[in-house]
């Protein structure tokens, strides 16, 4: 709060000061200030592309850093003993993932944690090898200082497109977020609800006899 006084064209001041009131938003954080919520689900109804909490699911090197058009600045950082990775970029190009080819059919939806330094919304979807079609992806509106957690569902991406190979995934992009200069993310993975079927669980307590 502050006070207003009045002064006339002589020098005098009003005897009583007005106390005004003032209400301002909160400042934002443009990077984290806290690590990203933890996840929960089992490892086996989990396929991590990228998270402190699981393993990496495909079988080759991954690349967090493709930028097509536009490369970022990407730095990779670390709270409480959590990692996450931070973009710096006008987005008009997109941020893209690559990793080895993995099926997510058994899957049911794909989880994403982002911290934006503004209000907006970002474009992010999953890729599929082999059709020039095969981006699958959906817009979040994302609110600036917090971690803006989603799931999407697998259905709900190929509804999107219905060239989206399900059995084939090896990209997942971040596209056209000109609103924004800064975001991170954390906990992308997929993952199912259920248990996996029985028919194909790993094989336990094996023995050989020779």
Not at 19 to 48: G, H, K, L, R, Y
């Amino acid at each position: 709060s502050f006070e207003v006084t009045a002064i006339d064209a002589a020098g005098k001041e009003s005897d009583t000061p007005a106390e005004v009131e003032v209400t301002m938003a909160a400042a934002t954080s443009p990077v984290p200030t806290e690590a990203a919520p933890i996840p929960t689900w089992p490892a086996d109804q989990v396929m991590s592309i990228y998270s402190n909490a699981y393993d990496f699911a495909p079988a080759s090197l991954n690349s967090y850093n493709e930028g097509w058009y536009l490369p970022p600045t990407m730095a990779e950082e670390n709270i409480g003993g959590d990692n996450y990775l931070r973009y710096h970029t006008n987005m008009s190009g997109m941020v893209g993932w690559q990793f080895g080819q993995i099926s997510v059919a058994l899957m049911e939806y794909i989880h994403v944690d982002i911290w934006p330094s503004e209000d907006g919304a970002i474009t992010m979807g999953p890729t599929s090898a082999d059709d020039p079609n095969r981006v699958a992806s959906v817009t979040l509106n994302v609110v600036a200082g917090q971690w803006n957690s989603f799931n999407i569902s697998i259905a709900e991406l190929q509804a999107a497109n219905a060239s989206f190979d399900v059995t084939k995934v090896f990209q997942n992009q971040f596209i056209g977020y000109s609103a924004q200069t800064t975001f991170s993310v954390d906990n992308v993975y997929f993952y199912r609800t259920t248990p996996p079927p029985a028919d194909l669980a790993a094989p336990t307590d094996v023995t050989v006899n020779s």
